[in-house]
């Protein structure tokens, strides 16, 4: 594809690192942060400090303050936004000429689900409802095993690109057809959208119980599979519920590719929050789930699995879903039961 400007709103880990990469395909990159700071470190000395410190990045990114200078002219928008700003964030870019006529084509790298009067929402669904009711099942949304710092740096990465609109899917596979990257695309939206979210609530899960295998002698890698593998099954159970099209979805990359790095990897924000969890004995300085959400600002980090596994226990209990990886982190976060005894209660009736 030839070259593109490409507007990324949200300058975080993922949406740098993914910036990066688009920059060894020709592409100029302007991400948007919220952070005076971010601008500084990367327009000066072509670095993200603050979110990915330690990985050089092309002059071909550049960072504004200004959320509409970042949408506007732009051949294509890609939205990383956290999911708790992410509709309030949309609603800045709609007037913008280019947005407000559909000519630019969207995507969304983020994971998660939306607050709603009427229970959690998916982020697509969030999004297009934000937008022009030109974007209504044409947004493209974006996942797969990535961790930043390996996109940024260059390593093979496979992603997908789901749209209802096939057109918009096979735009972007082509976008992010550079050096690094193996991209697919799939219709299946809602399982994708599924995976990415739920994912890290088992991730938080299996880095509470690797650092109690540290002192344990009943958890080991027999355990770890054990884990994945009825993590895995929940995250499939919860996509079927939710209107899931495609079963291959979850034996994919964006099922079990991406649940088994988010697990793994030491790159992984919600394994160090699990991890954290026994260690630093985090959650101390939080009355419950919704105390942690609501001053997450605190850990120092985002782990999205925190944030997740409320709207998963939502929609478990609204469809009658037993989901026991899932509930069990909910015990543990909303202060109910010690992550220990949970743990052995959770392997003895799985």
């Known amino acids: 594809m030839e070259s593109k400007n490409v507007g990324i709103i ?69 939205i990383a936004s956290p999911s708790l700003f992410l509709e309030s964030t949309i609603k800045k870019i709609v007037n913008v000429p280019n947005i407000a006529d559909g000519t630019t084509v969207i995507g969304v790298l983020t994971k998660g689900f939306v607050p709603s009067a009427n229970g959690p929402r998916l982020i697509l669904e969030t999004v297009e409802d934000a937008l022009p009711e030109c974007y209504k099942g044409k947004t493209v949304y974006i996942a797969g095993p990535s961790h930043a710092e390996e996109v940024a740096m260059g390593k093979i990465t496979g992603l997908i690109a789901a749209s209802e609109y096939g ?30 979210a739920a994912k890290n609530v088992i991730a938080v899960m299996y880095g509470a119980m690797d650092s109690l295998a540290e002192t344990s002698n009943i958890f080991g890698d027999n355990t770890e599979s054990l884990l994945m593998a009825a993590g895995l099954n929940e995250i499939q159970k919860l ?23 988010t697990c793994k990897s030491k790159f992984g924000r919600n394994r160090r929050f ?4 026994i260690k630093k004995n985090i959650l101390d300085g939080f009355e419950n789930i919704d105390d942690l959400i609501n001053n ?9 699995g925190a944030v997740a596994c409320k709207y998963v226990h939502e929609i478990a209990q609204k469809k009658n879903l037993k989901l026991p990886i899932s509930d069990s982190l909910y015990s543990i976060l909303n202060k109910e039961i010690t992550p220990k005894d949970l743990l052995r209660e959770l392997f003895n009736n799985m």
């Open 167 to 196: 057109k918009n899917s096979i735009l972007f596979r082509e976008l992010l057809h550079v050096r690094g990257l193996m991209v697919y695309s799939s219709l299946d939206v809602i399982g994708v959208q599924i995976c990415a």
């Open 274 to 277: 699990g991890q954290d969890i």
């Open 10 to 78: 949200g300058a975080g880990a993922w949406g740098t690192g993914l910036g990066q990469a688009l920059t060894r395909g020709g592409h100029k990159v302007q991400l948007w942060a919220l952070e005076p700071e971010v601008k500084e470190s990367v327009n000066n000395e072509h670095e993200n400090k603050k979110f990915l410190p330690g990985y050089p990045l092309s002059e071909n990114i550049t960072v504004t303050n200004d959320i509409i200078e970042a949408a506007a002219g732009k051949d294509f928008l890609i």
């Open 239 to 261: 996509g079927v519920a939710m209107g899931s099209t495609h079963p291959e979805t979850f034996t994919s990359i964006s099922g079990v590719g991406d649940l088994d790095v």
């Open 296 to 304: 997450i600002g605190k850990i120092g980090y985002l782990p999205e």
